[in-house]
Every structure is written in structure tokens, then in C-alpha cells.
């Protein structure tokens, strides 16, 4: 329990909380009985001054008549009178005789009171001595019981208060540290299930948008990517599978008349290896993918020109399309410039017009052109092929797709996915649009300078 | 054959596939250090093997070897600190880096750690071979040249123009860079990947053979009209400028 995190934050509101108590308490303390003690020595100190003017007014008679008045008239009370002469002999008043307790500087001093015909207790006394003219000396004071007795009683109420206030901040302080600590578990029990293999699980949320719902929302985020994301490497994985059996199956099989053939073939031995290069090479285009995707090469991003780019991937691949009697025109309209890779945007674009020769018939016309588009950029290639039906538009992102129109021309159907795995990483994105005979793909990007 | 390589270069030298080099291969996966010591030593090379990194370091250090492939990925020692060590230790010899990884950023750290060339598994033994003759060949051609010769061909890089027997032949830029490129070495496999990479500057994979039409483009300008063929396609490798075939 002491490692519990809430715990630990329950104990220090308790202690933060009581000491906060302690301090109020202390000075509603000081407040009251402190005032009482001060109250009681003000009007001790307001009697004195107003026998010492009595006994001026009317000198030593009035004086005593007046101190036997307040005796006659509150016999109970805790006022406590003297008055003696120079020698400290009883003149008047309900005390016996002078107390032998010293005086401190202003004239206070206490001492101890036995009740005359009483229980014989003993009560503490607080009294001011005073001197008149003529050496007589006058001592007003109180009988401190009651009010020390009243003191102890606020004390202990208030030290009661604070014990319970404290009781009740630590039952208080358990029970929020144990309802927090209640959603913290649901959320590690349902991590837990998902560790053991059962990813289809969620954390489940209340409806009341706290931190902990935002949390769980946060987490059932994560883990609906990361299923995404598995799905994904098991479609791929099936595909992959799928789509190199064949070359592989091929290969197995010139290799086996390679090997039963009493005349070593040369050329069976080298279309064989040419079988083998592009399997490499399909491989080799899949972890160029994955990692692209991984966006790794993104902190290797340098200012990269489009129009360098485009013209350049023009100039290599305008061979090949005169080769096909095509005509290929380049028109640049805008010259942007994007943080990027330029390898990788190179390839993009060279399969792309690969792509766009390869499916335009001899003596076609295809275009690429460089514009601005709203904030970015846009890198367009339009061929006159047989184009992709709006459905597939999204399908042929994928790997190793490949129309069923397109299956007898070569290529490993990693082509566009290559360039869709270059859009993403550069913020881009790949677009469709007929061209009516043909096909447009936009390579758009939206931030460019 | 000779191939003069520059006017003013020191001795030019017969350049024949006899001409041995001393080479040391550094690598750990036993099919394929067996699989390159043979091919080259069929070539006509003397081959040096190691198969772990400190062994692979000593063998360099003593041996002054005319080229060294080293793979990356090696037990004790790993290839980079290799090659920084030899550098250190103020050896020029030409490394080719072997690597498993691809990425630009692997390369660029390969040749920054003093590689001269880097090249990624898997690869065809041709394309090692014909850059382990370029990496010789630059090697020893130190002088710079305004001209390039190989046989009736001349190149002035300073005019910008190339004359065959006399005669004056018409290239686009692009065509200039690329018959630049297979003179510069003149008699040597030169690779697709080497030619995208010295003439288009890009590391790319095309997808069909783009190369290969740029290259018939030039031979119809260079080799058509006249008797002896310069430029040859060697099958499954890439193309080689020489006057033999």
C-alpha cells in the first residue's frame, strides 16, 4: 500500500490538510480564551483606577465603604479585594491577608487561593497591587478557576476538532485514492487481456470526458491503429506469399530441368537467374516501401526543387517513349520547392511515367506538367492508356495489385504503391482522374515554397 | 588492347583482363566470401580472405592490397571502424562497403567513414566486379585531362564536342555525359546502377530498361555508321567502350 501512488497523495492532503486545521484552530484558540484572559485583566485594571479615585475623592472611608459595597453586593462573585495600610494589615476587603508572591513590574502578581470553609481546593488567583497615597495598598484581582476551567474546556473541544477533522480527511483522502485507483485498474486489467493475445479488447470509458475517458479514448486510439496496422502486415504478408509463389514455382522448375538435363543449358541457367533477380528485386522494392513508410528518411529531408525533378525524370524517360513512337511533353507552369527526398521523389515521378508510357499504346500522347496548386504543389502525368475504373482507385495504392486488364504486362505491382508510400511520407497525395481517353495521376502537395 | 586514357597521363597502361589485383575480401557469411574469392580469383585475381573483423583489420593493415571489400555487418569488429582505422592509419586503398542496409543515409555514412564505394546485398557478382575495376582504375588516373581518347573516338570536354575518325558527331547534353561516363572507363563493365548514378545522379531502381534505350540512342550516333563497334552490351552486367567485344 505504501507504493500506491494514491495513497501516498491521500496521506499528503491528510497531513496539508490537518496542519491547515491545527493553524485555524489555534488561532480561534487564541481568539477566545486568549481575549477572556485579556477581558479579565482590563477590568481588573479598570476597578483598581476606579477605587484609587475613590479613595481620592472621598479619602480612606470612602474607599472602604465602597470596597464592603461590592463584597455585599456580589458575595459569589470571583473579585477578589484588599486593602491594607503601610504594614500590610487587613484594612478591608474578602481577602485575608497580603499575598506572598512577588510583584512583577507593572504590579501584577498571582497566587494561590484556599476557600474559606470550603472543599480546602486550592485556586490559582491573577490580582494587580496598587499604592495609594498615605502608603495604603490596594489589590484587585480574580479567582482564575473558572475561567482556566473554561480555557481547558475550548481547548480540548478544538483538539477534539482537530482529531476528527484529521479522521475524517484520511477516511476521505482513502476513499477518492481507492476510486481513482478502481479506473486505474480497469484500464491495467484490460492491458493485461489485450498483453495475453486478445487485441480486439477496449478500455472502457464512462461518458464524463475526465482525464482518465480521455485517457481510455487515447488508448482505444492506439489500439485501433496497431490492429489496423497488424491487419495490414497479415494482408501483406498473404499477398506476398501469394504473388511470389508463382516466380518462385517458375524458377524451381527450370532449375529442376537444369539439373536433370545431360546438356547444361546455358540459357535455361540464365533465364533462371533472371527469375531469381526479379523476386530480388520485388523484395528489394518491399523493404524500400516498408521503410519509406517507417518515415525514417524524413530527418534526411533537404530543400528539394520540383522542376529539377520533373525535368529530370522527363529527360531519362523521353528515350523510351520515342522508342514507343510516344510523345511526351513537359510543361512547367510553376517552380515550387519542397522539403523532401530527392531520390525518393525521383522515383515517384519515374514510375509514375513509367507507368504512363507502358500503358499508352505506340504513338500516344502523354503530358507531365509541374503547377502550383492552392498552398502546394502538383506534379500531374497524363497518359491515353486504358486508364482505372473509379473503383479501383484506392485498391491500386495497394501492393501487388494489378488490374486484371494489365496482367500480362510486366511489372510486380509495387510500382504505384511505392508512390503512394513517397506522397505520404512528404505530405502528399496520390489523385485519379480520367482523362478521357486515359489516365491523370496528380501528385499533390500541400505545403510547398 | 590499349585504351589511352589522357593526354599527359603518366604511362598509359595496357589495361587487359590479366592484370591482376591484390584483393581483400572481409566477410563473415562463409557462401558468400567463397561465392566472391572464387569469381575473382577466376578473373585472374589474387584473393585474401577474412572472415571476422579483427582479422580482417590485421590482414588490411599488413597486406597493401590493391582493393579491399569489406562487409559492414561483422563479427568483433564492424567494417565502418575498419575502414576509419585504415584512413587513420593514413592507408589509401579503394573500399567497397558491402551492406545489407540501403538507404542513402547508410551509404552517405558508409562513404563518410572513408568508403570509396558502397554497395547493397544482394547484388549481381558483375556489378561488384565492374566496380571494383572502376574504384582500381580511379585509383591510379590522377592526372586531369581536357581530352579523352579511346581509339578512333575524341572527346574535348572543353569544347563540348566529340569527333569520330575525323568526323564531327552531334550529342544532346545528356548523350555527351553518358559517352563521358563509359570513356572515362574506357574498358571497364560499367552498370546500369553506376550509370544512373554518374551520369543522371539519382539512387533509383527504374522499373523497366530506360538505361537501355538512352544507350541505343548514343550507339546509333557513335557506332552506326562506322566499321568497328565501340560501345557493347555485356549480358547480364551492363555495358563496356572498348574496340574489342
Same mark, same amino acid.
Not at chain 1, 522527363?314 to 523532401?340: C, D, M, N, T, W
Not at chain 2, 562487409?71 to 584512413?87: A, C, H, K, W
Not at chain 2, 557478382?125 to 581536357?146: K, N, Q, V
Given at each position: ?449 | 588492347?590499349?585504351?589511352? !586514357? ?104 558508409? !562513404? ?45 570536354? !572543353? ?81 563496356? !567502350?572498348?574496340?574489342?567485344?
Amino acid at each position: 500500500m505504501w507504493r500506491s501512488v494514491t495513497f501516498r497523495l491521500a496521506l499528503i492532503y491528510v497531513l496539508v490538510f490537518g496542519a491547515s486545521v491545527t493553524l485555524l484552530l489555534g488561532f480561534i484558540y487564541w481568539s477566545t480564551a486568549g481575549y477572556m484572559e485579556q477581558q479579565t485583566e482590563a477590568t481588573i485594571e479598570a476597578e483598581i483606577r476606579g477605587l484609587a479615585e475613590r479613595y481620592r475623592l472621598t479619602s480612606l472611608d470612602g474607599l472602604v465603604r465602597s470596597i464592603d459595597d461590592r463584597i455585599e453586593r456580589n458575595p459569589f462573585s470571583s473579585t477578589i479585594y484588599l486593602l491594607t495600610n503601610s504594614r500590610y494589615a487587613r484594612v478591608a476587603g474578602n481577602l485575608d491577608r497580603w499575598p506572598t508572591a512577588p510583584a512583577d513590574a507593572d504590579g501584577w502578581l498571582e497566587f494561590t487561593l484556599e476557600q474559606v470553609g470550603g472543599s480546602g481546593e486550592r485556586h490559582q488567583a491573577r490580582a494587580r497591587s496598587f499604592v495609594l497615597a498615605g502608603d495604603f495598598h490596594l489589590l484587585v484581582g480574580r479567582d482564575m478557576f473558572e475561567l482556566r476551567a473554561t480555557q481547558a474546556l475550548i481547548a480540548r473541544t478544538l483538539a477534539w476538532g482537530v482529531a476528527i477533522t484529521a479522521m475524517l480527511a484520511f477516511a476521505g483522502a482513502v476513499m477518492m485514492s481507492r476510486s481513482t485507483a478502481k479506473r486505474l485498474e480497469t484500464i491495467n486489467a484490460t492491458s493485461r487481456r489485450i498483453m495475453r493475445g486478445d487485441l480486439s479488447q477496449r478500455i472502457p470509458t464512462r461518458g464524463t470526458h475526465d482525464e482518465f475517458d480521455q485517457l481510455a479514448a487515447n488508448l482505444n486510439g492506439m489500439l485501433d491503429q496497431i490492429q489496423q496496422l497488424m491487419d495490414g502486415v497479415r494482408h501483406v504478408s498473404d499477398n506476398i506469399a501469394h504473388d511470389l509463389k508463382t516466380p518462385l514455382t517458375r524458377l524451381r522448375n527450370r532449375l529442376e530441368q537444369l539439373a536433370h538435363d545431360r546438356h547444361a543449358d546455358r540459357e535455361e541457367a540464365e533465364l533462371a537467374l533472371a527469375d531469381a533477380d526479379a523476386m530480388l528485386a520485388t523484395f528489394n522494392a518491399l523493404l524500400r516501401i516498408a521503410r519509406i513508410e517507417a518515415g525514417a528518411r524524413r530527418e534526411a529531408f533537404t530543400t528539394v526543387p520540383l522542376r529539377s525533378v520533373v525535368e529530370d525524370a522527363a529527360e531519362l524517360y523521353e528515350a523510351l517513349a520515342e522508342e514507343r513512337g510516344q510523345s511526351l511533353h513537359v510543361s512547367i507552369e510553376a517552380e515550387p520547392s519542397i522539403q523532401g527526398d530527392r531520390d525518393l521523389l525521383f522515383q515517384a515521378v519515374a514510375n509514375l511515367l513509367d507507368n504512363a508510357i507502358k500503358y499508352t499504346p505506340p504513338g500516344g500522347r502523354l503530358d507531365i506538367a509541374l503547377t502550383r496548386a492552392q498552398s502546394g504543389a502538383a506534379i500531374r502525368v497524363a497518359d491515353c492508356g486504358p486508364g482505372i475504373p473509379d473503383k479501383e482507385h484506392a485498391r491500386v495504392l495497394e501492393r501487388f495489385v494489378r488490374l486484371e486488364d494489365s496482367r500480362s504486362t510486366p511489372g510486380n505491382g509495387l510500382g504505384l504503391s511505392l508512390v503512394a508510400a513517397v506522397a505520404k511520407l512528404h505530405n502528399a497525395e496520390v489523385r485519379f482522374e480520367e482523362a478521357s481517353p486515359g489516365l491523370v495521376v496528380s501528385l499533390v502537395f500541400s505545403d510547398a515554397a | 588492347m590499349q585504351t589511352g !586514357l589522357a593526354r599527359g597521363a603518366p604511362a598509359s597502361r595496357a589495361w587487359d583482363d590479366s592484370t591482376r589485383m591484390k584483393i581483400l575480401i572481409i566477410e563473415d557469411d562463409v557462401d558468400t566470401r567463397r561465392f566472391l574469392a572464387k569469381g575473382l580469383r577466376e578473373a585472374g585475381h589474387v584473393v585474401d580472405e577474412a572472415g571476422d573483423g579483427e582479422d580482417g583489420l590485421h590482414q588490411a593493415m599488413e597486406g597493401s592490397h590493391d582493393v579491399a571489400v569489406i562487409d559492414r555487418m561483422l563479427p568483433q569488429r564492424d567494417g565502418l571502424s575498419i575502414v576509419r582505422e585504415l584512413r587513420g592509419s593514413g592507408r589509401a586503398t579503394p573500399v567497397l562497403i558491402l551492406s545489407a542496409l540501403g538507404d542513402v543515409d547508410d551509404r552517405v555514412e558508409g !562513404l563518410h567513414a572513408g568508403g570509396d564505394d558502397y554497395l547493397v546485398k544482394p547484388f549481381a557478382f558483375a556489378e561488384l566486379s565492374a566496380r571494383l575495376d572502376a574504384l582500381t582504375r580511379r585509383h591510379d588516373a590522377e592526372a586531369p585531362a581536357t581530352v579523352l581518347h579511346v581509339d578512333s573516338l575524341e572527346m574535348d570536354l !572543353l569544347k563540348r564536342t566529340v569527333h569520330r575518325s575525323g568526323r564531327l558527331i552531334r550529342l544532346q547534353p545528356r548523350e555527351f555525359k553518358l559517352l563521358e561516363f563509359l570513356m572515362r572507363h574506357a574498358g571497364q563493365v560499367v552498370t546500369r546502377t553506376m550509370l544512373l548514378e554518374g551520369v543522371w545522379d539519382y539512387h533509383f531502381d527504374p522499373q523497366t530498361n530506360v538505361i537501355d534505350v538512352h544507350i541505343s540512342r548514343l550507339r546509333a550516333k557513335v557506332d552506326k555508321d562506322f566499321e568497328v563497334p565501340l560501345i557493347h552490351t555485356v549480358r547480364g552486367a551492363g555495358y563496356r !567502350l572498348s574496340t574489342d567485344s
